[in-house]
């Protein structure tokens, strides 16, 4: 468990860091907190030659809750995230789900940059991120543009940030109405075996909006929009539920692993969605 | 001190001995972290070394290029098979009588398997030594199965001559290792055949890791100006080490120091000797400098020894009223590609023949077949007696399935069956000679501390409740009645590697009444610095603060097998005992001369000698320590110190009664401990809180195993559990709260009465968890499903029994 040898860079600003991004190209990898790459680079499954620590780079911290939206800064860490009151009235969710990452020692390393830009379909973060239709900023050499989290995820580790862009900022619209993160998982550190991110917008009896995600269940997390819309005009019952869960299921395509088989994991999907919908609803 | 007033209770109270709840002296350094561990050994060019291991599970090591690895910046040598083979030390013994590759001699047999060591000036150019070696293998048919290795044309083992016999008898097959049989085969059956009612399932305890927090490692240091070894290793048996490093390498035992720093937990991982131990030994030789290796966290799950995966096939015969009459059991064990077993020799599958467990079952029968596989190696006693978690389990989800064949309260049926109380020393059907034991009044403690009847009401309930559609959880309750067999043992019939299994205490009292006293054992975290001094402190009068407990030199030890099976306090807890008598027996002697009166005349009183009828004419333990260095005593020697070796007469049988009360979402398969009472019977207890500490451990590792831990084969033979991410490891959040008990049997023949604890919550806690999950099955139709109870495969138990239709 010995990385191979590499060069560390500790630049101040984002000039810099894309300047060593260019020198060094496909041999450099920026790094966030490094719950992801830096054990990737011990079992030497990552050969980075070239580590760039993000952790002194100006302005890729702090929370700001705006009258309409929320802006994160890529190195804000989950336990930031949790401790946020402000941030905790504009989007609820994001403490819910944050306490169902990891645990506090790696919650105090972890940022939200690094759990969306790796595009680990493990990570939290993204299907989250895809439930608020968060907007993710990226900079690179041709300056910065926006890419919608609905769209930024192609397979597993792959994205649509350029190897030379470093992603800076999440943003998304304030929310209304009820929330939940509901994550089944084998023990405290692990992915989920299934987790599913809802928010519904109660409007009279009946559901005026509905956004739901669910990760861990294909190779990129899944915003389903079939599921939500199954949701939009009803009053939430048994059967619009069971239609959200089969819009869902025909949406995601889990894999088997150590958590279990495909069959299982269908399974706890469709429970953990129901669950979280119930709870999103009840608090709608 | 002749104007002593303290009170006696003072005096008892300020030996801090046997009984008291004494503060472990060993937390003040490891709760600061001044602990000092073997990866915390640094010494003077120390090296580093670091294994090239096999990717493949079955192959043939065509070739093995050195070259560039060689060209790595402080890289120093590259060991291999061909260098190790001039020296006889490519392969190695085994404790269980076979032998083992240091490093690939023409093909590897596990994943993770050495193939060759790195030696570099530190840990990272070594990882980049071992990066740098080329390896070509040609893959061979992967045997991942024992039943189909026992099947198969493919050889595992081309070194052995299939027609020869292996250490422990005929062999069937090339890939069979042996059979062991106890009890009568043939009256077994009978019972069976005549039987009323027989119950018959198999029953698979997975293959599992005792995962110790620290992992395996060790430094060699070989001083070629005085031709002197020094070892230093993670050793629970480092005499033994020290044995066996002299008979393979030829160096003579006086100049070999093996040394066992503090060690971070072993649970029997680190009883064997691995490939490492051997490699930095060789590395310090031919380089003239220390050799540090150092596992890492998947080098110790994927190749150091394994635990359980014990393939059990039971049958148990009973009357209509539930008496049980016979018992029989065939068992598969899996042993990988080496037999690296730590079993005393004559027991090749331990003390699985104490699977009768705690009832009185008049025949039984017992056949275990060892074979080879395409996995790591190992067998070894995780926290349990050798093989007695595999013989628990077995034969508590015998007596569940027996209940259900019945249909009968599974309570009932142990109780009818108990061992009584008047039949101690009770003589099992499978050769085994129980101390003591009083079954009965913990069973009845343990049920009503629980109120079990009101338990299997409320179950009732939910069973309705859960079939009119108000809830999908079910309820659970997991009971166990446990015996273990520990201490091992009577040099008679065990040893290891024909060592026998004796151990040791040496005194030596300090001449102002404090003492130093050293044993053959080696605390891994279970506390003997406390606990030793605490026998002590009772038998020779001396505080327990005033006296030094020192295990793990080899140089200044007395010689004894270590610290594994519950055998310490069995063990050199006896010998402490013992040791301490022989103390005291001159003790009053020189108390006698002292005070001017015979021998028999004086009487030992807490910390003292009195003069019997005269209790205020008294000689302190202290004084009595000063007199014996410093004072002319006729016909006695000066000196205050004693030695004893104690072997034996019979091992111990620690017991007791756990229950565990479960809650199952049968749509998630997930489960909540709702209560867990452990009521054990250790015998005489020697520090309460540290019992309770053992227990609370042993219970979260039996949680572990029961509920998710387990080491996991593709069909290829790749190990898929080698992370901590995929190996379940309980932390705080996944561990229930306990409730501990107890009763006081003491065994007869142990000079304090003690018995051991440290396993007994392994031992009996993996089947209440298991038994608990089975029970809110059990309404259902569930007769056995195999562990780890992990989401998964309870929720496949559910979807099965049609829970989600």
Redesign the interface.
Known sequence: ??P??FEYHRPKDIPAVLALLEEHGDDARVMAGGHSLIPMMKL?MADIPHLIDLQDVDGLGGIAIGEDTVRIGAMTTQADLIDHDGLFAAAPILREAAFQIA?PQVRYMGTVGGNVANGDPGNDMPGLMQCLDAQFTLVGPDGERRVPARDFYEAAYMTARADEEVLTAVTFPRQAGGYAYEK?K?????YA?AAAAVQLVKDGGACAEASIAMTNLSDTPIWSEAAGAALVGTGVDGAAIKDAVTAMLGDIDPSED????V??KR??AG??LTRAIERAWSRA | MKDDVTSREDRVANLKGMGCERKRVEDARFTQGKGNYVDDIKLDGMLAGDFVRSPYAHARVVSIDTEAALQVPGVLAVLTAKDLEPLGLHWMPTLAGDKQMVLADGKVLFQGQEVAFVVAED??AA??GV?AVEVEYEELPVIVDPFEALKTDVVLREDLDPNADGAHGPRKHPNHIFTWEAGEKEATEQVLDAAEVVAEENIYYHRTHPCPLETCGCVASMDKVNGKLTLYGTFQAPHAIRTVVSLISGIEEHNIRVVSPDIGGGFGNKVGAYPGYVCSVVASIVTGKPVKWIE???DNLMTTAFARDYHMHGKISATKEGKITGLWCHTTADHGGFDACADPTKFPAGFMNICTGSYDIPTAYLAVDGVYTNKAPGGVAYRCSFRVTEAAYFIERMIEVLAIELGMDAAELRRINFIKKEQFPYHSALGWEYDSGDYHTAWDKALKAVDYDGLRKEQAERVEAFKRGETRKLMGIGLTHFTEIVGAGPVKNCDILGLGMFDSCEIRIHPTGSAIARLGTISQGQGHATTFAQILATEIGLPADSITIEEGDTDTAPYGLGTYGSRSTPVAGAATAMAGRKIRAKAQMIAAYLLEVHDDDVEFDVDRFVIKGAPERFKTMKEIAFAAYNQAIPGIEPGLEAVSYYDPPNMTYPFGAYICVMEIDV????HEIRQFYALDDCGTRINPMIIEGQVHGGLTEALAIAM?QEI?YDEMGNC??GTL??F?L??A??TPNYTTDHTVTPSPHHPIGAKGVGESPNVGGVPAFSNAVHDAFRPFGLRQSHMPH???RI??TA?DLGL?D
Request: charged fraction near 35%.
């Open positions: 468990m010995i191979a040898a030497r645990d089944q084998r023990k405290i550190g692990d075996t150590n958590r279990g088989p069959a299982f399974h706890v429970v953990i | 840990r990272f990882a980049d990066e890492d966290r998947m749509d998630t398969g997930e998710g996991a898929k559990t991410m995929d379940f309980p932390t959040w996944e992990d989401h998964w929720w496949k979807n989600h």
